[in-house]
């Protein structure tokens, strides 16, 4: 193996901070430092900061500044979608019937269980096929005359397939259905234009595309209800209680705008890359099979499953050797646990723990992938191997 290097791959998880973005965020930590909810010029100008960065993202997702709201992230932005309009329904005297997938991220799943468990609403999982995708007839299905909000990831973040959103979003709105989509993994990449993908409610998070930790924004299309989720002030048209964090907010605008600024040249390099990882490990991980879609998935993301391997060892050997990478499946209490999205594709328990994603970045290099491929490549014989004499000592 040629000498160890440094290469990062779980971009899915999280980008560096462009330095450009650093520096248009600098001057609202020591000069722009008012609350933005002050009447003083240090107020004034920390709110007119927030609203020029309200006009960016609103003009990339071709809607009103008044229909962006900032938040702390993916997960409150789901949150605050999902809980915030089925409250607004039942206030309202609509149903309380709910419709989502078994392979959204775990902040919808987890309000739509506490909505189910605590709140008395009722839920209705979609199926996915072998590669995570949804068929718009089972959504269709789903719906009822109950049903007041649906909730469909836009790009898969554990195995990158990307759903038909538009189709969805259609197929809601002609029922009278509030659709959300979680566009955290597909902000950057693809398009966010909410006019073409037909959503009422879309969620972003600015440090998946080089922006800063700490910061999103929840698209809510104007005349769709929603109750605040959490108590305080009148910020953000009353949906999100709290002071502008307006250093961050600054940061996830300027990350947007320089991400479709360059879209077309970073989707390029990403999808290069990618590609040169599937066939890469495709080729030369014996038994290696592709998790999710292969062409209709996120340009940056790979996934595989490599049977009789535990992502979890898989993973501090790839760290050891200087790849940073992520496993499909959560390790509690020292035991690996299958991901439920693998399972809800009909991937075996057995084959859910050897998962393993690799997602690459604007920073990534052909060299890096070559160095990673080559890596996993080792990692995985020589843990299978392991795993062969352990047996045979058994059986002896």
């Not at 160890?4 to 462009?18: E, G």
């Not at 000069?31 to 900061?49: D, Q, T």
């Not at 999808?271 to 030369?284: E, K, S, V």
């Not at 499946?329 to 690996?336: E, I």
Request: net charge negative; with cysteine.
């Amino acid at each position: 193996m040629t000498a160890r290097r440094d290469v990062y791959l779980d971009h899915s998880a999280s980008t560096p901070v462009d330095p450009r973005v650093l520096e248009a965020m600098a001057p609202y930590f020591t000069e722009v430092y008012g609350n933005s909810s002050s009447l003083h010029s240090y107020g004034r100008r920390a709110e007119a900061a927030v609203e020029r960065a309200r006009e960016t993202v609103s003009s990339i997702l071709r809607c009103k500044p008044s229909e962006i709201v900032f938040t702390s992230g993916g997960s409150e932005s789901d949150n605050l979608a999902v809980r915030g309009a089925a409250w607004a329904a039942r206030a309202q005297g609509k149903g309380a019937h709910l419709v989502t997938t078994p392979v959204e991220h775990s902040a919808v799943t987890a309000t739509v269980k506490q909505l189910v468990t605590v709140q008395g609403f009722s839920m209705t999982l979609i199926p996915v096929s072998r590669t995570g995708q949804i068929d718009v007839e089972d959504f269709v299905s789903a719906l009822s005359a109950e049903t007041t909000v649906a909730s469909v990831i836009y790009a898969n973040n554990e195995v990158g397939t990307l759903a038909p959103i538009p189709q969805l979003a259609t197929a809601a709105r002609e029922r009278g259905v509030i659709f959300h989509s979680d566009a955290v993994q597909a902000a950057g990449q693809l398009s966010l234009d909410v006019n073409e993908l037909g959503v009422d409610m879309l969620s972003l998070s600015a440090h998946k595309f080089y922006g800063p930790k700490g910061v999103g924004a929840l698209y809510v299309r104007e005349g769709t209800a929603i109750s605040p989720t959490q108590s305080g002030g009148s910020h953000e048209r009353g949906m999100r209680a709290g002071t502008h964090n307006t250093p961050f907010i600054v940061g996830m605008a300027e990350a947007l705008r320089i991400a479709y600024e360059e879209q077309a040249e970073r989707v390029e390099h990403l999808r290069r890359r990618r590609n040169a990882i599937i066939d890469g490990i495709l080729t030369h991980v014996p038994d290696a099979f592709l998790t999710g879609e292969r062409e209709l998935r996120l340009p940056s993301h790979a996934s595989f499953i490599f049977p009789g391997v535990d992502s979890s060892q898989l993973l501090m050997h790839l760290d050891m050797r200087g790849v940073a990478a992520s496993g499909g499946s959560a390790c509690k209490t020292g035991s690996p646990e299958p991901s439920s999205v693998l399972l809800a594709m009909g991937i075996s328990e057995a084959d859910a723990i050897g998962s393993l994603r690799l997602s690459v970045g604007v920073h990534t290099t052909l060299e890096d992938v070559e160095y990673a491929v080559s890596a996993v490549k080792e990692s995985v014989s020589r843990l299978r191997s392991v795993s062969s004499k352990l047996r045979s000592a058994r059986l002896s």
